[in-house]
Nanobody
Framework: QVQLVESGGGLVPAGGSMRLSCAASGRTFSSYAMGWFRQAPGKEREFVASISGSGGYTKYADSVKGRFTISRDNTKNTVYLQMNNLKPEDTAVYYC???????????????WGPGTQVTVSS
C-alpha cells in the first residue's frame, strides 16, 4: 500500500519561502515519478510540479516557474517542493501525488497524500 504524507506547511508572508516535504512508503520510491498539486478555496486542484524517478526530469506549471523547485532524495524516500517569492495567490492546500505506472512524466496520479495548508499573507 503506497502511503504519502506531506509536511512543512504553515503561514508565511508574501515574498517569503517555505519548503514542503512528502514522505513516501510502500514501494520502491526511486522507480516512480512524483508530483505536487494544489487546491485553493473554491478552485479545482491544479498541477504544480513533477519529477521523474531519477530526478533527472522536472516539469512545472507556468505560474510557479522560476519560483518553485521540486527535488527528491531517493535515499530518504522523500520529495520536496521549495517555494520562494511566495505570493498570496499561492495560498492553497498542497498535495503530494504518485502514479501507479512507471513513467517519467505521469498523466495520471493514483496515490495522494492528505495535503498540507500553505497560507501566504499579503
Amino acid at each position: 500500500q503506497v502511503q504519502l504524507v506531506e509536511s512543512g506547511g504553515g503561514l508565511v508572508p508574501a515574498g517569503g519561502s517555505m519548503r514542503l516535504s512528502c514522505a513516501a512508503s510502500g514501494r520502491t520510491f526511486s522507480s516512480y515519478a512524483m508530483g505536487w498539486f494544489r487546491q485553493a478555496p473554491g478552485k479545482e486542484r491544479e498541477f504544480v510540479a513533477s519529477i521523474s524517478g531519477s530526478g533527472g526530469y522536472t516539469k512545472y506549471a507556468d505560474s510557479v516557474k522560476g519560483r518553485f523547485t521540486i527535488s527528491r532524495d531517493n535515499t530518504k524516500n522523500t520529495v520536496y517542493l521549495q517555494m520562494n517569492n511566495l505570493k498570496p495567490e499561492d495560498t492553497a492546500v498542497y498535495y503530494c501525488a504518485a502514479p501507479r505506472a512507471i513513467v517519467p512524466v505521469p498523466t495520471r496520479y493514483d496515490y495522494w497524500g492528505p495535503g498540507t495548508q500553505v497560507t501566504v499573507s499579503s
